[in-house]
């Protein structure tokens, strides 16, 4: 690679992919995205990846690991622990104790082939433009204590419920509510109270009721606009996710409820809504 001259670059930023370059998942990746950011493709070494880093200041950099060096994979992700807010981690299959490392490093975003081309893309697109916020701000805030950060669950399934409450209890303060009846009341006594929901955690399917209908009465009330709203439902395929990403979904938790995950991308989607936060207040905006 040659570091010789300064990178310039036109579009919104760049996409760094690391890994095997001959993979035709690159392929796919730079076709997809191509339009929006420009493409670097660089080796699983971490003296090109620092200094792809420091020459190109990616917007997003996705890691595509094929289970062969878990060794070099492991290294890393020490190194992009850092950057972990604007990161992927594309497995080419399902590695369960890979997926928990990743997780608990602070990685949301964590895929397995085959990957949905289009949420694939909706996720570069999403994490690229909060890239660049981000880079903007002076994030010595991001080291001072912020207040306990309450969270309201709605779901039916007591099971779930209960491992939902298990795995964040300890970190957020939990409202937990089985309908969207519940749910609005919660947000509007909150308001009141002057101790606001910050992030909701949604079923797709409560009783009588659609979650994604619920989304919108929610999203319906400007007030509530700018929550976090992760979805959580067993109905995973491509198509069901996009339109949960597209409603303006934060995230998807899959059902089984897997803790390590599911504290991985709420943890993700409250620091995401945090920038968005400051953001807000430092172009002069109010938060509406």
Not at 112 to 136: N, Q
Not at 176 to 183: L, N, W
Not at 263 to 285: S, T
Request: hydrophobic share 40%; with cysteine.
């Amino acid at each position: 690679m040659n570091y010789d001259k300064p990178f310039r670059h036109k579009k919104r930023g760049v996409l760094l992919l690391v890994g095997d370059s001959g993979k035709s998942l690159f392929g796919t990746i730079s076709a997809l995205i191509g339009d929006i950011l420009d493409v670097k493709i660089i080796d699983m070494n971490s003296e090109s990846i620092a200094l792809s880093i420091e020459n190109y200041a990616p917007s997003v950099i996705t890691f595509v690991h094929d289970g062969a060096n878990n060794t070099v994979f492991l290294a890393t992700l020490e190194l992009f622990k850092k950057y972990a807010y604007k990161s992927i981690i594309i497995s080419t299959s399902h590695f369960k104790e890979i997926e928990e490392i990743v997780c608990s490093a602070g990685y949301s975003e964590y895929w397995y082939s085959p990957i949905g081309r289009e949420v694939l893309k909706k996720r570069i697109d999403t994490i690229s433009a909060f890239s660049e916020k981000i880079t903007a701000l002076d994030r010595s805030f991001l080291l001072k204590r912020s207040v306990r950060t309450r969270l309201l669950i709605v779901e039916d399934n007591e099971y779930d419920r209960i491992l939902l409450v298990e795995t964040l209890k300890n970190k957020y303060e939990l409202m937990i509510v089985s309908s969207a009846k519940e749910a609005l009341s919660i947000l509007a006594i909150s308001q009141e109270e002057g101790n606001e929901i910050a992030g909701i955690i949604l079923d797709v399917f409560l009783p009588g009721e659609n979650g994604f209908d619920v989304f919108d009465s929610i999203r319906a009330d400007e007030s509530y606009r700018d929550i976090p709203i992760l979805f959580s439902t067993s109905k995973t395929a491509w198509r069901d996710v996009l339109h949960g990403l597209n409603l303006g979904a934060a995230d998807y938790l899959k059902k089984p409820i897997q803790p390590f995950k599911v504290l991985a991308k709420v943890n993700a989607a409250m620091f995401r809504a945090r920038i968005e936060q400051v953001w807000r207040i430092e172009k002069g905006g109010s938060g509406s």
